[in-house]
């Protein structure tokens, strides 16, 4: 079974580097995003420690704000490109620069290929309300990004009278490519990002409202595959591995090497990753 990974980084290059020698492998295919506004010093750090490695590629690079739309755009862009250029693999993966397998290689290939599921976490809006009263999405407050940046506006977003929108969750998830098709050829997907784009982090509830409003509804499986630690998401440390290791994620977030480099190594010596040299 073939992964597609997609890999949004913007800074530490260095951490990268060990998410990178761990996750390679000529039996997946990748595709990278480095922010425009990331220096081009980091670029090319970035390019270096890929190599010419052919089953990579490298998204053009756009200026990419927290919490706002144009990270979803970057991951239908990449969604679009290995759609077409990626070869027939079965299962997309997003991990962030900061991400690290916690399992090994081998075991992370044989979940994904005995899964059925789309692996992303929704939950209604209506729960939030309950246990994060304080959340952001709730208020539904018109976004806009220009400048790089996010501007809040006291203003509501109504929601569409004939779609739920009303879901929250992860912008990191696990999806099968027939879901990935869906998602770049539905009429839908226009019409749930018209909406979702003017507010706060669409990341978290964007693929949220269009798997719990199309056909692919009755696969979604909330265990999307990472071990964060909140409120933060916090950097992992060694006192983490007991609970990491207990874990049944597929990978963590987040890492820091120049934070908390033992945590990497004993991750790494346990699951038979490469590292750094």
Known sequence: MKIAYFIPVHHKAAQFHWLWLALYSKMDTYCIHVDAKSPETFYSEVRAIVGDAGNVHWLPRRSIAWAGWSMVIAELDAMRLMLTEGGDWQRWVNLSGQDYPIKPMHQIRDTLAASTFNHIRCWS????????????????????????????????????????????????????????????????????????????????????????????????????????????????????LPDIKNSPCLFARKFDHAIDNAILYELASVCDHATPQ
């Open 125 to 240: 809006f209506t729960k939030i309300a309950m246990e994060e009263p304080n959340d952001p999405h709730l208020k539904r407050r018109i976004c806009l990004e220009y400048g790089g940046r996010i501007h809040r506006t006291p203003l509501r977003m109504p929601f569409p009278s004939k779609l739920d929108l009303k879901w929250k969750g992860s912008a990191w998830h696990m999806f099968n490519r027939s879901f990935c098709e869906w998602v770049i050829e539905s009429p839908l997907t226009k019409r749930v990002a018209n909406t979702l784009r003017f507010t706060f982090c669409p990341a978290e509830t964007f693929f949220q409202g269009l798997i719990m409003n199309s056909p692919f509804v009755e696969t979604v499986n909330q265990e999307y595959g990472r071990f964060v630690l909140w409120p933060g998401p916090k950097i992992l440390g060694v006192e983490h």
